[in-house]
């Protein structure tokens, strides 16, 4: 019995990670999709009534979503993301990732283009329900952003 009991333990640690492998690969398909700058294929990684916590505001649903995402890309039309760390634990994927962008586009979010070069790095925490990324967690230097715009003044 005790060696049933341990193999059990070994192919549940096995299970817990295969499950995290791939839930890594499904929050860095998220990225990838980000990278090729095309809303529509955020269905491929998101839930429907997903829930993205920005750090200005929140965001509900795919349609929301892909509505934030488009006036980024509006803003930003050469935005590109770069994924420098992933950890996996349960239902959580973290991501530490690099964005790239110029500013060439008049949104009302983000103003007149200004051509500044955006470069900023964060951290998104993924919640995963099912294989479809079901919330986040953005935290990023929202005033660094806004200063390498030109939108706010630097201190």
Known sequence: MEGLARYGKRVGKEKTHRLAEANKDLACHSWELASQCAPDLLEEVYAADLVWHEPDQDVHG???????????????????????DVIAEGDKV??????????????????SPTGSQLEQEGITIHRIEEDKIVEEWERYDFLSFLQQLGLVPEQ
């Open 62 to 84: 795919l349609e929301e979503a892909k509505q934030y995402y488009s006036t980024c890309l509006s803003a930003f039309p050469d935005l590109s993301f770069t994924v420098e």
């Open 94 to 111: 973290v991501v530490r990732w690099t964005v790239r962008g110029t500013h060439e586009g008049e949104t009302e979010a983000f103003g």
